[in-house]
């Protein structure tokens, strides 16, 4: 079945960072670009980054642009978002999902993911 786990959320002070890390199961993984989502309470779940099957191309929201990193390990099938310079306005639940398309082009979009998991709670204190 066509799952995937993130982990690595927690509570951090404003300027610090976390790692998080999804991993997934039940498909090719090596296949299909991921993406990171994130969702605040009361507002819509929004792109964070994304990036390509192989790892070569990555995309990001304006609002995370060089201090977040999207970065993936094939071989644990594992996709990770490096976040430094974390600000309150990053909390939120985060959520990883796989791309529909075998040749996702960089849509932000959520309709254009899914296999989402049960996400991970990331809280960032002023």
């Known amino acids: 079945q066509v799952h995937v786990v993130e982990s690595g959320g927690g509570l951090v002070q404003a300027g610090g960072s976390l790692r998080l890390s999804c991993e997934a199961f039940?498909?090719?993984?090596?296949?299909?670009?991921m993406g990171w989502f994130r969702q605040a309470p009361g507002k819509e779940r929004e792109f964070v980054a994304a990036i390509s099957d192989g790892g070569g191309t990555t995309y990001y929201s304006n609002s995370v642009k060089g201090r977040f990193t999207i970065s993936r390990d094939n071989a644990k099938n594992t996709v990770y978002l490096q976040m430094a310079l974390l600000k309150p306005e990053d909390t939120g639940v985060y959520y990883c999902g796989q791309a529909l398309s075998l040749y996702y082009s960089g849509s932000y979009d959520r309709r254009d993911f899914d296999s989402w998991g049960r996400g991970t709670q990331v809280t960032v204190s002023s």
């Open positions: 039940g498909y090719t993984f090596s296949l299909y670009a």
